[in-house]
């Protein structure tokens, strides 16, 4: 049975970098080949942000407009995980940060719909 797991949060200074790690286990390897992973996150008392998408083919998209260029998404399909990078950081940036799979029979890009995580806590802060 498909289960997420994100690692890599902490605290960082504001301009510093975090590396988050979104793993599949409980699948085969190469199983992102199968899954459309979505980034999310939500910080206390708003709403959850999607922040980006690597579907199934490999392709990345960045959705929030306050990241784009401070954030990439990547993958490493051996090893089911997938990361996203985070450069310039800014205090806005604290939330829990979650990754969700989408299996690629259910939707065609990224969705709420799936398999979700823990979460991550990322705080910048001086």
């Known amino acids: 049975q498909l289960q997420l797991a994100e690692s890599g949060g902490g605290l960082a200074q504001p301009g510093g970098s975090l590396r988050l790690s979104c793993g599949l286990s409980?699948?085969?390897?190469?199983?992102?080949?199968?899954?459309?992973i979505g980034w999310f996150r939500q910080a206390p008392g708003k709403e959850r942000e999607r922040i980006s998408c690597?579907?199934?083919?490999?392709?990345?998209?960045i959705y929030l407009d306050s990241v784009r260029g401070r954030f990439t998404v990547s993958r490493d399909s051996a090893k089911n995980t997938v990361y996203l990078q985070m450069n310039s950081l800014r205090p806005e940036d604290t939330a829990t940060y979650y990754c969700?799979?989408?299996?690629?029979?259910?939707?065609?890009?990224?969705?709420?719909?799936?398999?979700w995580g823990q979460g991550t806590q990322v705080t910048v802060s001086s």
């Open positions: 690597m579907d199934a083919n490999g392709t990345p998209t």
């Open positions: 969700a799979a989408t299996h690629l029979t259910i939707a065609t890009m990224c969705s709420t719909n799936g398999v």
């Open positions: 409980g699948v085969s390897a190469f199983s992102l080949d199968y899954y459309h």
